[in-house]
């Protein structure tokens, strides 16, 4: 079956007859824009769907929509917030499936990654609705007597939520399903690039949302302009923008967002490493570098993109990445045999080409792959290199997989090489000495938002905080406390006594 066909077959299957559509209020009404853009096959470069591009006018009905719908849903209890999330996370188990094959047609990834993303969906919604009998405040000890200081966590207000491309589901659902059981309304901006998949959970939750008073929390802007994206960053109405996409469209949203005092969290790009010591088990690190480097076709922000490999490890560890290389079938993502699916679009074979040629032209060798594949579709062949840090090519993030290989002599030169690059997503350590372990978790070891030992630097659980440091953006989303970015901290101090002590004993006696 046609990919084509496929995407029609799921959209029926979804209850979705149309698909030309740019905008929703998120009480079953749709706008449909002023035109439309193409929402593309990276598989076979033709066209999956027309897709309406949201007009000014929309945009002013969605926000409409979301801060009238928070006016309300900041009163209903967090549990029960938590159950809308409940009944959304059981629709998604139902249809994980289509929806799974949905993401695979719409941004090119294996069906098994498209699946694992509504996985990801269901944990954190799972998560969240736990979440909702838990938003807890301090209380403090008052320096004065009869006195009772503590904090409270209250709504915040409609949030924006600006996605990337390579996560079109499970990135919204992070920020959305904890908005929401904090009481927020949610306003998505997704990638033009992925709208196919935003249509219809939007449409998977607007039914929902009707069952549960709760029409209006989640409403949906889809545009292919930047504009889209940079007014919902210029909003004084919208308290808090989550953005995810590339560091250079994240510093423009954080200043402008800071530019009116409104607040930002931002997951901008990853340029992470593996370090491979030598005392590391080859049998673990191996499949973990590979997984790493050409999972998602090295468009995870989480991408292992550079190597850094003791130099009594390196030649074997070389040979036998090369190898494995070699027997990583690229193809069709829907096809079960494919482990390696299209790049995005044209714009990234070219930004492959262009990192594999300056590379090269640096004096960088190439082990495998390097070329496009000539093929209907965006396929590169995985791509290993030797390089050197210090390198443009390898300081920056190009969303495809190329792996750039280093060695080093000893343990504290790997560490900064790990941390000499603008970006600070994620990174791991293949090591059995201890030593080594505890270093690279120290204050002196990866300056990373995530550091692993033993473990690849992508597939992060949803339990624990995601994020990163420096151009990365500092912001932290999915588990842990990471629910306090989508809520107001109060002070509270109330005095139940019958006098006015002031604090630090200040005396202001009026006589
Ligand atoms: P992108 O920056 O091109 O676009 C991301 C989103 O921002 C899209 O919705 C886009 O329409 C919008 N946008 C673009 N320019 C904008 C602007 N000036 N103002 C406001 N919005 C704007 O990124 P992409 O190609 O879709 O995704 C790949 C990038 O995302 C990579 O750099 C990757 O590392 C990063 N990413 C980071 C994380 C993370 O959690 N750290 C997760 C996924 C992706």
């Given at each position: 079956?046609?990919?084509?066909?496929?995407?029609?077959?799921?959209l029926?299957?979804l209850?979705?007859?149309?698909?030309?559509?740019a905008?929703a209020?998120?009480?079953?009404?749709?706008l449909?824009?002023?035109?439309?853009?193409?929402?593309?096959?990276?598989?076979?470069?033709?066209?999956?769907?027309?897709?309406?591009?949201?007009t000014?006018?929309?945009?002013e009905?969605?926000?409409?929509?979301?801060?009238?719908?928070?006016?309300?849903?900041?009163?209903?209890?967090a549990?029960?917030?938590?159950?809308?999330?409940?009944?959304?996370?059981?629709e998604?188990?139902r249809?994980?499936?289509?929806?799974?094959?949905?993401?695979?047609?719409?941004?090119?990834?294996?069906?098994?990654?498209?699946?694992?993303?509504i996985?990801?969906?269901?944990?954190?919604?799972?998560?969240?609705?736990?979440?909702?009998?838990?938003?807890?405040?301090?209380?403090?000890?008052?320096?004065r007597p009869q006195h009772?200081l503590?904090?409270?966590?209250?709504?915040?207000?409609?949030?924006?939520?600006?996605?990337?491309?390579?996560?079109?589901?499970?990135?919204?659902?992070?920020?959305?399903?904890?908005?929401?059981?904090?009481?927020?309304?949610?306003?998505?901006?997704?990638s033009?690039?992925?709208a196919?998949?935003?249509?219809?959970?939007q449409?998977?939750v607007d039914r929902?949302a009707?069952?549960?008073?709760?029409?209006?929390?989640?409403?949906?802007f889809?545009?292919?302009?930047?504009?889209?994206?940079?007014r919902?960053?210029?909003?004084?109405r919208?308290?808090?923008?989550?953005?995810?996409?590339?560091s250079?469209?994240?510093?423009?949203?954080?200043?402008?967002?800071?530019?009116?005092?409104?607040?930002c969290?931002?997951?901008?790009?990853?340029?992470?490493?593996?370090?491979?010591d030598?005392?590391?088990?080859?049998?673990l690190?191996l499949?973990?570098?590979?997984?790493g480097a050409?999972?998602?076709?090295?468009?995870?922000?989480?991408?292992?993109?550079?190597l850094?490999v003791?130099?009594?490890?390196?030649?074997v560890?070389?040979?036998?990445?090369?190898?494995?290389?070699k027997?990583?079938?690229i193809?069709?993502?829907l096809d079960p045999?494919?482990?390696?699916g299209?790049?995005?679009d044209?714009r990234?074979?070219?930004?492959?080409?262009?990192?594999?040629?300056e590379?090269?032209?640096?004096?960088?060798?190439?082990?495998?792959?390097?070329?496009?594949i000539?093929h209907?579709?965006?396929?590169v062949?995985?791509?290993?290199?030797?390089?050197?840090?210090?390198w443009?090519s390898?300081?920056?993030?190009t969303?495809a997989?190329?792996?750039?290989?280093m060695?080093y002599?000893?343990?504290?030169?790997?560490?900064?090489?790990?941390?000499?690059v603008?970006?600070?997503l994620?990174?791991?350590?293949?090591?059995?000495?201890?030593?080594?372990?505890?270093?690279?978790?120290?204050?002196?070891?990866s300056?990373c938002?995530?550091?692993n030992?033993?473990?690849?630097?992508?597939?992060?659980e949803?339990?624990?905080?995601?994020?990163g440091?420096?151009?990365?953006?500092?912001?932290?989303?999915?588990?842990?406390d990471?629910?306090?970015?989508?809520?107001?901290?109060?002070?509270n101090?109330?005095?139940?006594?019958?006098?006015l002590?002031?604090a630090?004993?200040?005396?202001?006696?009026?006589?």
């Amino acid at each position: 079956m046609s990919h084509e066909a496929l995407a029609e077959a799921v959209l029926s299957r979804l209850n979705l007859n149309e698909v030309n559509l740019a905008a929703a209020t998120g009480d079953g009404r749709w706008l449909r824009g002023s035109a439309s853009f193409v929402d593309e096959d990276p598989a076979s470069a033709k066209p999956l769907a027309r897709i309406g591009r949201g007009t000014a006018h929309d945009y002013e009905a969605v926000v409409a929509a979301a801060e009238h719908a928070f006016k309300r849903w900041r009163e209903i209890p967090a549990p029960q917030r938590g159950l809308f999330v409940r009944d959304v996370c059981e629709e998604l188990r139902r249809q994980k499936d289509d929806l799974g094959t949905l993401v695979s047609l719409d941004v090119g990834k294996i069906k098994a990654e498209g699946d694992g993303e509504i996985q990801e969906m269901i944990d954190i919604a799972d998560f969240a609705v736990g979440l909702s009998r838990q938003l807890y405040g301090l209380t403090l000890a008052s320096e004065r007597p009869q006195h009772r200081l503590m904090e409270q966590w209250h709504p915040l207000g409609p949030v924006g939520v600006v996605t990337a491309f390579n996560f079109p589901a499970a990135v919204w659902a992070w920020n959305a399903f904890i908005a929401a059981v904090c009481g927020d309304a949610v306003i998505w901006k997704p990638s033009p690039k992925a709208a196919l998949t935003a249509i219809a959970l939007q449409h998977i939750v607007d039914r929902i949302a009707a069952r549960h008073n709760a029409e209006g929390v989640f409403t949906l802007f889809i545009s292919d302009e930047a504009a889209a994206g940079a007014r919902l960053a210029a909003d004084p109405r919208v308290p808090l923008v989550s953005f995810t996409g590339s560091s250079s469209a994240g510093r423009q949203v954080s200043q402008t967002v800071a530019g009116r005092f409104g607040r930002c969290l931002l997951e901008c790009s990853g340029n992470n490493a593996v370090i491979v010591d030598e005392t590391a088990d080859l049998d673990l690190a191996l499949p973990a570098i590979v997984f790493g480097a050409v999972g998602t076709a090295g468009q995870r922000c989480t991408t292992t993109r550079r190597l850094i490999v003791h130099e009594s490890r390196f030649e074997v560890l070389a040979e036998r990445l090369a190898g494995a290389y070699k027997q990583i079938r690229i193809g069709d993502p829907l096809d079960p045999a494919t482990l390696v699916g299209p790049l995005i679009d044209q714009r990234a074979v070219e930004a492959f080409n262009t990192a594999v040629a300056e590379t090269r032209a640096l004096g960088g060798q190439v082990l495998t792959g390097g070329m496009r594949i000539p093929h209907a579709g965006h396929f590169v062949a995985p791509t290993l290199m030797r390089a050197d840090n210090a390198w443009p090519s390898v300081q920056r993030e190009t969303f495809a997989p190329i792996l750039y290989l280093m060695r080093y002599r000893d343990f504290d030169e790997a560490l900064a090489l790990n941390n000499a690059v603008r970006q600070g997503l994620s990174s791991s350590l293949f090591t059995l000495d201890m030593r080594h372990a505890e270093r690279f978790l120290s204050a002196v070891g990866s300056d990373c938002g995530i550091a692993n030992v033993n473990v690849g630097t992508s597939g992060a659980e949803i339990g624990g905080a995601f994020g990163g440091e420096k151009e990365t953006g500092g912001g932290r989303e999915a588990g842990s406390d990471a629910w306090k970015n989508y809520m107001r901290r109060q002070t509270n101090t109330v005095n139940w006594g019958t006098g006015l002590p002031l604090a630090q004993g200040i005396r202001f006696g009026l006589h």
